[in-house]
T-cell receptor
Framework: NAGVTQTPKFRVLKTGQSMTLLCAQD?????MYWYRQDPGMGLRLIHY???????AKGEVPDGYNVSRLKKQNFLLGLESAAPSQTSVYFC????????????FGPGTRLTVT | AQSVTQPDIHITVSEGASLELRCNYS??????LFWYVQSPGQGLQLLLK??????LVQGIKGFEAEFKRSQSSFNLRKPSVHWSDAAEYFC???????????FGAGTQVVVTP
Protein backbone atom coordinates (compact mmCIF):
# COMPACT_ATOMS: atom_id res chain seq x y z
CA ASN A 1 0.00 0.00 0.00
CA ALA A 2 1.96 3.00 -1.29
CA GLY A 3 -0.63 5.63 -0.33
CA VAL A 4 -0.30 8.77 -2.47
CA THR A 5 2.59 8.93 -4.91
CA GLN A 6 3.70 11.80 -7.13
CA THR A 7 5.76 11.76 -10.29
CA PRO A 8 8.26 13.34 -10.83
CA LYS A 9 9.91 14.42 -7.58
CA PHE A 10 11.87 17.27 -9.16
CA ARG A 11 11.66 19.10 -12.46
CA VAL A 12 13.21 22.15 -14.06
CA LEU A 13 11.35 23.80 -16.93
CA LYS A 14 12.08 26.73 -19.16
CA THR A 15 9.46 29.45 -19.51
CA GLY A 16 6.85 28.41 -22.04
CA GLN A 17 7.43 24.68 -21.77
CA SER A 18 4.65 22.33 -20.77
CA MET A 19 4.53 19.39 -18.40
CA THR A 20 2.20 17.09 -16.54
CA LEU A 21 2.45 16.07 -12.92
CA LEU A 22 0.99 12.71 -12.03
CA CYS A 23 -0.66 11.83 -8.75
CA ALA A 24 -1.69 8.28 -7.99
CA GLN A 25 -3.43 6.81 -4.97
CA ASP A 26 -4.11 3.19 -4.13
CA UNK A 27 -6.63 3.73 -1.33
CA UNK A 28 -9.73 3.83 -3.55
CA UNK A 29 -10.35 7.44 -2.48
CA UNK A 30 -13.10 9.45 -4.14
CA UNK A 31 -11.70 12.95 -3.66
CA MET A 32 -8.36 14.22 -4.88
CA TYR A 33 -6.68 17.62 -4.62
CA TRP A 34 -3.75 19.59 -5.99
CA TYR A 35 -2.08 22.22 -3.83
CA ARG A 36 0.93 24.44 -4.28
CA GLN A 37 3.18 25.49 -1.41
CA ASP A 38 5.11 28.73 -1.45
CA PRO A 39 7.25 30.15 1.35
CA GLY A 40 5.23 32.14 3.87
CA MET A 41 1.92 31.30 2.21
CA GLY A 42 1.06 27.82 3.38
CA LEU A 43 -0.65 25.56 0.87
CA ARG A 44 -3.16 26.85 -1.64
CA LEU A 45 -5.69 24.73 -3.48
CA ILE A 46 -5.31 24.69 -7.26
CA HIS A 47 -7.95 22.21 -8.43
CA TYR A 48 -9.81 19.31 -6.94
CA UNK A 49 -11.95 16.35 -7.97
CA UNK A 50 -14.84 14.71 -6.18
CA UNK A 51 -14.92 11.66 -8.40
CA UNK A 52 -13.75 10.08 -11.62
CA UNK A 53 -14.45 12.35 -14.55
CA UNK A 54 -15.10 15.45 -12.42
CA UNK A 55 -12.87 18.42 -11.68
CA ALA A 56 -13.36 21.84 -10.14
CA LYS A 57 -11.37 25.00 -9.57
CA GLY A 58 -9.79 25.86 -6.28
CA GLU A 59 -8.30 29.06 -5.00
CA VAL A 60 -5.49 29.52 -7.57
CA PRO A 61 -6.44 27.67 -10.79
CA ASP A 62 -5.06 30.06 -13.41
CA GLY A 63 -2.37 28.55 -15.63
CA TYR A 64 -3.21 24.96 -14.66
CA ASN A 65 -5.46 22.25 -16.03
CA VAL A 66 -6.38 18.91 -14.51
CA SER A 67 -7.92 15.62 -15.50
CA ARG A 68 -9.29 12.64 -13.58
CA LEU A 69 -9.88 9.97 -16.20
CA LYS A 70 -9.27 7.17 -13.74
CA LYS A 71 -10.32 7.15 -10.10
CA GLN A 72 -6.82 6.47 -8.87
CA ASN A 73 -5.06 9.17 -10.90
CA PHE A 74 -5.22 12.96 -10.88
CA LEU A 75 -3.09 14.82 -13.41
CA LEU A 76 -2.01 18.45 -13.15
CA GLY A 77 -0.92 20.14 -16.37
CA LEU A 78 0.99 23.31 -17.05
CA GLU A 79 0.50 24.28 -20.70
CA SER A 80 2.94 27.19 -20.77
CA ALA A 81 5.06 27.37 -17.65
CA ALA A 82 5.87 30.72 -16.06
CA PRO A 83 8.43 31.58 -13.36
CA SER A 84 5.51 32.35 -11.02
CA GLN A 85 4.68 28.64 -11.11
CA THR A 86 7.94 27.76 -9.40
CA SER A 87 6.68 25.99 -6.31
CA VAL A 88 6.31 22.70 -4.50
CA TYR A 89 3.20 20.85 -5.60
CA PHE A 90 1.34 18.47 -3.35
CA CYS A 91 -1.37 16.04 -4.21
CA UNK A 92 -3.80 14.74 -1.60
CA UNK A 93 -6.71 12.35 -1.48
CA UNK A 94 -9.57 11.54 0.87
CA UNK A 95 -12.42 9.05 1.05
CA UNK A 96 -14.88 11.84 0.37
CA UNK A 97 -17.41 14.03 2.04
CA UNK A 98 -17.90 12.92 5.62
CA UNK A 99 -14.39 11.55 5.93
CA UNK A 100 -12.12 14.52 6.08
CA UNK A 101 -8.60 13.29 6.54
CA UNK A 102 -6.54 14.13 3.52
CA UNK A 103 -3.53 11.97 2.78
CA PHE A 104 -0.70 13.86 1.14
CA GLY A 105 1.93 12.79 -1.34
CA PRO A 106 5.62 13.65 -0.89
CA GLY A 107 5.50 16.60 -3.27
CA THR A 108 7.04 17.68 -6.56
CA ARG A 109 9.51 20.54 -6.59
CA LEU A 110 9.17 22.50 -9.83
CA THR A 111 11.48 25.27 -10.93
CA VAL A 112 10.65 27.40 -13.97
CA THR A 113 13.56 29.45 -15.32
CA ALA B 1 -12.71 37.80 3.57
CA GLN B 2 -12.25 34.30 4.94
CA SER B 3 -8.82 33.76 6.40
CA VAL B 4 -6.67 31.57 8.59
CA THR B 5 -3.96 33.26 10.63
CA GLN B 6 -1.00 31.73 12.38
CA PRO B 7 0.58 34.70 14.15
CA ASP B 8 3.91 33.01 14.91
CA ILE B 9 6.14 32.33 11.93
CA HIS B 10 8.87 30.73 13.99
CA ILE B 11 9.03 29.32 17.52
CA THR B 12 12.05 27.95 19.36
CA VAL B 13 11.41 25.67 22.31
CA SER B 14 13.64 23.59 24.57
CA GLU B 15 13.25 19.85 24.59
CA GLY B 16 10.93 18.88 27.43
CA ALA B 17 9.22 22.27 27.53
CA SER B 18 5.62 22.87 26.62
CA LEU B 19 4.54 24.15 23.21
CA GLU B 20 1.54 26.15 22.12
CA LEU B 21 0.87 27.17 18.53
CA ARG B 22 -1.80 29.71 17.76
CA CYS B 23 -4.41 29.65 15.03
CA ASN B 24 -7.22 32.13 14.41
CA TYR B 25 -9.81 31.94 11.68
CA SER B 26 -12.28 34.35 10.18
CA UNK B 27 -15.39 32.66 8.83
CA UNK B 28 -19.10 33.28 9.10
CA UNK B 29 -19.87 29.99 10.79
CA UNK B 30 -17.71 27.50 12.65
CA UNK B 31 -15.76 25.63 10.01
CA UNK B 32 -14.07 22.26 10.23
CA LEU B 33 -10.63 22.76 11.78
CA PHE B 34 -7.41 20.82 11.34
CA TRP B 35 -3.77 20.80 12.34
CA TYR B 36 -1.19 19.24 10.02
CA VAL B 37 2.53 18.71 10.50
CA GLN B 38 5.18 18.74 7.79
CA SER B 39 8.62 17.31 8.45
CA PRO B 40 11.46 18.55 6.25
CA GLY B 41 11.12 17.35 2.67
CA GLN B 42 7.92 15.47 3.43
CA GLY B 43 4.24 15.75 2.74
CA LEU B 44 1.72 16.75 5.39
CA GLN B 45 0.36 14.50 8.11
CA LEU B 46 -2.88 15.10 10.00
CA LEU B 47 -2.37 15.66 13.73
CA LEU B 48 -5.98 16.24 14.75
CA LYS B 49 -9.31 17.67 13.65
CA UNK B 50 -12.38 19.34 15.12
CA UNK B 51 -15.87 19.13 13.69
CA UNK B 52 -18.18 19.55 16.68
CA UNK B 53 -18.71 18.46 20.28
CA UNK B 54 -15.99 18.45 22.90
CA UNK B 55 -13.86 21.53 22.36
CA LEU B 56 -10.66 19.80 23.51
CA VAL B 57 -9.51 17.28 20.94
CA GLN B 58 -6.70 14.79 21.21
CA GLY B 59 -4.45 13.91 18.34
CA ILE B 60 -1.48 11.81 17.47
CA LYS B 61 2.04 12.22 18.87
CA GLY B 62 0.73 13.62 22.17
CA PHE B 63 -0.79 16.77 20.68
CA GLU B 64 -4.09 18.33 21.66
CA ALA B 65 -6.01 21.38 20.49
CA GLU B 66 -8.69 23.52 22.01
CA PHE B 67 -11.47 25.18 20.03
CA LYS B 68 -12.69 28.49 21.43
CA ARG B 69 -15.67 29.84 19.53
CA SER B 70 -15.64 33.21 21.29
CA GLN B 71 -12.06 33.82 20.19
CA SER B 72 -12.31 32.09 16.78
CA SER B 73 -9.22 30.15 17.78
CA PHE B 74 -7.96 26.59 17.54
CA ASN B 75 -4.63 26.45 19.36
CA LEU B 76 -2.38 23.42 19.34
CA ARG B 77 -0.54 22.28 22.46
CA LYS B 78 1.91 19.69 23.60
CA PRO B 79 2.95 19.39 27.26
CA SER B 80 6.50 18.17 26.66
CA VAL B 81 8.26 18.58 23.33
CA HIS B 82 10.62 16.00 21.88
CA TRP B 83 13.41 16.72 19.40
CA SER B 84 11.40 14.85 16.76
CA ASP B 85 8.65 17.49 16.99
CA ALA B 86 10.83 19.93 15.06
CA ALA B 87 8.77 20.58 11.93
CA GLU B 88 6.42 23.04 10.33
CA TYR B 89 2.86 23.09 11.60
CA PHE B 90 -0.14 24.21 9.62
CA CYS B 91 -3.61 25.11 10.76
CA UNK B 92 -6.27 24.51 8.13
CA UNK B 93 -9.97 25.18 7.70
CA UNK B 94 -12.69 23.56 5.59
CA UNK B 95 -15.67 25.89 5.42
CA UNK B 96 -18.08 23.79 3.35
CA UNK B 97 -17.15 20.12 4.06
CA UNK B 98 -15.86 19.47 0.53
CA UNK B 99 -12.30 19.25 1.77
CA UNK B 100 -11.22 22.48 0.10
CA UNK B 101 -8.72 23.30 2.80
CA UNK B 102 -7.52 26.82 3.40
CA PHE B 103 -4.19 26.79 5.20
CA GLY B 104 -2.47 29.25 7.46
CA ALA B 105 1.05 30.32 6.55
CA GLY B 106 2.56 27.84 8.97
CA THR B 107 4.68 27.96 12.12
CA GLN B 108 8.22 26.60 12.04
CA VAL B 109 9.13 24.90 15.32
CA VAL B 110 12.76 24.47 16.30
CA VAL B 111 13.60 22.26 19.28
CA THR B 112 16.84 22.94 21.17
CA PRO B 113 18.60 20.50 23.49
Amino acid sequence: NAGVTQTPKFRVLKTGQSMTLLCAQDMNHEYMYWYRQDPGMGLRLIHYSVGEGTTAKGEVPDGYNVSRLKKQNFLLGLESAAPSQTSVYFCASSRGQGSYEQYFGPGTRLTVT
Amino acid sequence: AQSVTQPDIHITVSEGASLELRCNYSYGATPYLFWYVQSPGQGLQLLLKYFSGDTLVQGIKGFEAEFKRSQSSFNLRKPSVHWSDAAEYFCAVDSDSWGKLQFGAGTQVVVTP
